[in-house]
């Protein structure tokens, strides 16, 4: 089963607020399973945030971010009922996106 | 959050060290503002949606879903159900709590058995339990429902009371009860101050259990809570969704009663 995602946007006056919860192991690499045996580096690389199919925001993150990382973004410029869409890419090039409508 | 909760830590540290006379507001204060912190960065959502997602997945000889569960509410209505929690359940004949309710659905239901569903109900951070995922989706339904277990039916009032006197009944290696940390004003357990939980004022501490615990990843159901503290009090490991857990729950669901649920909550 995939990590979920979840997005919520709102206005904050005439900024959006969004919030984006990710559901993503990211394994630094330097913890040991329970076999000795070093766990694989797994993180997510890349966050574009896209506002009514425009990027708006394009992150590169790594391994220092902790496991299910929560961001918030806020963008200036939206308005009520535009729909935001959060996608990740990771290090072994898997992704997923969700998105939401502002409210 | 890790970055944050080294943060808060340094920052709690530091002021210890500078302020120690005005010590005790202002490290309650410091912890407030760090449990707020962990409770905006809470994934407790995303473990709602894979608990979900296991809710409605056919499993088991009979290949079954638990949509057709019946938590009290009704089968398949999951909304309001874990507020009148505990609750006695006829088709059963006993008192029930969620996890209870559950591994009976899962046996009547999809024909699985009792050592499969119960092999391995407290998970870790790296693979949470399928029961501690569906927990959480089941509690998060009741967010803001005032909790409301009944006790209307002479089970329920047998199990609410035998749960009370489980509460205050000392022994073990300690000669502890419950009520030995959660009986009284001003206890705490290092930096964590103690609920009284035999009076509605600790209310507030059960509606916000079941919970996730930031400094270990881990989702916590009321079943391990239950078993974690008689753990700590040294006593023998209490069987899973034995009488006695569910009665102790019922007592404490009902001392809290009237309180908006509040979970899953977030912890330290």
């Known amino acids: ?103 | 959050m890790r970055a944050l909760q080294r943060n808060a830590l340094l920052t709690a540290t530091a002021l210890a060290l500078v302020a120690a006379p005005a010590l005790a507001q202002d490290e309650k204060k410091e912890i407030q503002k760090y449990q707020q912190m962990l409770t905006e960065g809470s994934p407790v959502e995303l473990f709602e949606l894979q608990g979900e997602a296991l809710w409605n997945k056919p499993q088991g000889p009979k290949n079954a879903s638990l949509q057709k569960c019946d938590l009290g509410q009704g089968p398949g209505v999951v909304k309001r159900a874990y507020a009148t929690m505990p609750r006695y359940f006829a088709d059963a004949d006993r008192v029930m709590d969620l996890e209870t309710r559950l591994v009976h659905c899962m046996m009547t239901l999809q024909g699985r058995t009792f050592d499969e569903i119960t092999k391995r109900v407290f998970g870790n951070a790296d693979r949470p339990s399928e029961m501690e995922l569906i927990v959480f989706y089941v509690v998060g339904q009741s967010r803001g429902v005032k909790m409301a277990a009944p006790v209307s039916h002479p089970k329920e009032k047998e199990s609410v009371g035998l749960g009370k006197k489980i509460f205050f009944y000392r022994a073990g290696a300690w000669d502890f009860s419950c009520a030995s940390c959660h009986g009284e004003e001003g206890k705490r357990i290092r930096m964590q101050d103690l609920p009284i939980l035999s009076d509605p004022s600790g209310a507030r501490s059960y509606a916000t259990w079941p919970a996730y615990r930031v400094s270990n990843s881990g989702l916590h159901t009321m079943q391990w809570r239950i078993n974690d503290c008689y753990r700590q009090m040294r006593f023998p490991e209490p069987n899973f969704t034995s009488e006695a857990t569910v009665a102790l729950t019922h007592y404490m669901a009902v001392v809290a009663k009237g309180e908006p649920y509040d979970g899953p909550g977030t912890k330290r």
Do not use: C, Y
């Not at chain 1, 690389?45 to 806020?74: D, M």
């Open chain 1, 1 to 103: 089963m995939a990590d979920p995602m979840k997005a919520r946007a709102s206005m904050k006056g005439d900024v959006a607020e969004i919030r984006v919860l990710m559901g993503h192991p990211m394994e630094t690499g330097d913890r040991k399973g329970s076999d000795g045996k070093p766990i694989p580096r797994h993180f997510i690389q890349n966050v574009t945030v896209k506002l009514n199919g425009k990027t708006v925001v394009e992150g590169n993150i790594s391994q220092a971010v902790s496991r299910n990382p929560v961001f918030s973004f806020r963008v200036k410029g939206a308005k009520a009922g535009d729909k935001v869409e959060i996608s990740w890419l990771d290090n072994k090039g898997a992704t997923n996106k969700t998105d939401a409508a502002i409210a």
